[in-house]
């Protein structure tokens, strides 16, 4: 008689995801032949034979597999193994998606305030505000030339006139 009904790939739960191929092999340990088997998903039979391929699967195939194997001896009684309970649970690849996006939005947001925290700190660093005192061993700068009537500089005209 047929004993010991086993499903590869093991164990009792198996996560996947949607659109991986998933293909299951049922066997026995100790059984005549010919042996039969026979594929339930919870409970009810799906398929016939030692392999059950989903292909692709989506969240649909989620459930609980067994195989049941069977073989009769002296041509009238009828044996039956019932492998344990194989619990694929599928994960659709959308989560999966969305949490990419969601870190990809968050290191964008990082890159930017750093981005922000660097231009500041430029900013903060060449203002307008004398940095030192002036050297003195440095000569003096050349008195600028006086200007004379009408002479343009940086585009203002400047006149002259004597006040009192």
Do not use: K
């Not at 030692?50 to 009828?78: F, K, W």
């Not at 305030?113 to 050297?135: E, K, M, N, Q, Y």
């Not at 203002?156 to 006040?163: A, D, F």
């Amino acid at each position: 008689p047929v004993a010991n009904a086993t499903i590869t790939p093991g164990p009792q739960a198996h996560q996947v995801w949607a659109g991986d191929p998933v293909t299951l092999r049922c066997s026995v340990q100790v059984g005549s032949a010919p042996v039969t088997f026979t594929w339930l998903r919870d409970g009810r039979e799906v398929a016939q034979g030692p392999l059950l391929e989903l292909g692709d699967i989506d969240v649909g195939h989620s459930g609980t597999y067994q195989c049941m194997a069977t073989n009769q001896l002296d041509g009238h009684r009828v044996f039956q193994a019932l492998s344990p309970e194989l619990v694929l649970e599928v994960t659709p690849r959308g989560h999966w998606g969305t949490a990419v996006a969601v870190n990809i939005g968050r290191a964008l947001l990082y890159l930017v305030l750093l981005l922000a925290v660097i231009g500041g700190c430029h900013w903060w660093h060449h203002r307008d505000i004398p940095h030192s005192p002036p050297d003195p061993h440095r000569a003096p700068p050349e008195p600028p030339v006086p200007l004379e009537e009408g002479e343009v500089l940086d585009t203002h005209v400047v006149g002259s006139e004597r006040v009192g």
